[in-house]
């Protein structure tokens, strides 16, 4: 009798998207072993996710935390990829990292469960939408799940996982055994609108930035009386910066019109500063001036 899925280790990992998110991603699998290969069809996003990785290994070594043999060794086990079908073909696990786009994420599903192996697990790295009908573009949604992870990949110890109504139980138990490999804590969540930690991260940042347009308090005081009253590793404000304001407002819309709850309904400051195009650290600008790489006060639209 051949080994349950469960049980199969994972060597082969196919990454989907080379920005921030999906390159960290592609990161952690290199530095945990794996045969990973990142793939986007833009060449340039392709170096510039590269470039990030080899960016974040080199100030390791300047720091005394990573050596020149562990960058060597992890290099070796990342391989950049512009073709899909050469990214997939053998692979053990695909995980997505496009945009926040519910036709797009069906569109990458669908082309992926023709082109990779029958038995690959398939995860979506989505943090609101619904798994369950990503998985409909799919003939394997048994093997579709999501994979959450957080920003910055390889320093956030947290991995959601998203089991939908169709989820086996062996697909769920691979993807822990995996994230374990990866030394992440999983956690395991119904798929539902927002899940656990968007669900509540939504409502902490948008308030704080209806706080902010009242004039409560400064930007950098909100976030301080976060971190230093609650134990926060970094605030709210800072934060939705950090992810993208234009990420948050996507999911701030989704939520409300999923759940009709006011609290969802995104503040009027993050819809303008997204129609601006300043939607935070990967643009310069956002609810802090971006512009040295460090969050400073600015004054708001």
Known sequence: MPPSSANVDIRRVAVLGAGTMGSGIAQVCAQAGCDTRLFDAQSDALHRGMARITDFWSKGIAK????????AQWQSNLHLRDDLGAAVRDADLVIEAVPEDMKLKQKVFGDVDQLAPPEALLATNTSSLSVADIAKATHRPHRVLGMHFFNPVPLMPLLELVRHNHTSPEALAQAERFGKRLG???ITVRDSPGFATSRLGIVLGNEAMRMLEEGVASARDIDTAMRLGYGHPMGPLELSDL????VRLGISDYLNGKLGLDRYAAPP??????ARGE???K??????DWSD???RERELP
Do not use: A
């Open 243 to 246: 992810v993208g304001l234009d």
């Open 293 to 295: 790489g460090t969050p």
């Open 184 to 186: 992440k804590t999983t």
């Open 279 to 281: 939607l935070g650290k």
């Open 269 to 274: 400051i993050v819809r303008k500063l997204v």
């Open 283 to 288: 643009s310069g600008k956002g609810l802090y």
């Open 64 to 71: 005394g935390k990573t050596t020149v043999e562990q960058r």
